[in-house]
């Protein structure tokens, strides 16, 4: 195997069942699909189950896995979205009051008081989003993924992709004010 192969290269070693290629997409991969599925489930649990059921689809379907048609992440990154938006409507989700506190690597305490009531109220916003909303902002912005990507992993085309992402600024600024203005989303 090569010292430093493509996720293209490791799927067809997976799918040629070679643990040790499955092991090194898991490592590369694993922590980004964890976080991508807790933006949208909003639960780190939940998160984790769905990124080790992602990873598990990853290695039952690896010889359906094409290339041509999508990279890897592309690939990845829908069958996390999918199981989130799956087990979405089925949840209760708890009051983002009762959140844990996510620590700012700011030194100073008024900067991270500032970051962290920042990071509540996107939170809170977020959270106030369609799914599919929620999906867009997470991937194009917090994921860092291309437009096309993004669209891809949400079998959407470009265009729909960027209407859903417009759609979904404009919902998450709104949101964003109303809480600055009243203390809460609705």
Request: aromatic share 6%; hydrophobic share 40%.
């Amino acid at each position: 195997m090569l010292e430093d192969p493509s996720d293209e290269a490791l799927m067809a070693a997976v799918s040629e069942r070679q643990h040790r290629a499955f092991r090194i997409l898991m490592g590369r991969h694993m922590p980004r699909a964890i976080r991508v599925a807790q933006r949208i489930v909003r639960d780190p649990g939940e998160a984790d189950d769905i990124g080790q059921e992602a990873f598990l689809r990853v290695w039952s379907h690896a010889a359906s896995f094409n290339p041509e048609i999508a990279k890897f992440t592309t690939w990845l990154y829908r069958i996390v979205l999918n199981l989130a938006f799956d087990r979405t409507p089925r949840r209760q989700h708890a009051p983002i009051d009762e959140a844990a506190d996510v620590r700012s690597d700011d030194p100073g305490p008024v900067e991270r008081v500032i970051a962290d009531e920042e990071r509540r109220i996107l939170e809170q916003a977020m959270a106030g989003l369609p799914e599919r909303q929620r999906g867009a902002i997470a991937l194009f912005h917090m994921e860092g993924l291309s437009g096309e990507d993004s669209a891809d992993a949400m079998n959407l085309s470009a265009k729909a992709f960027e209407s859903l992402l417009g759609r979904a600024r404009a919902a998450l600024k709104e949101n964003v004010k109303k809480i600055q203005d009243t203390g809460r989303c609705a």
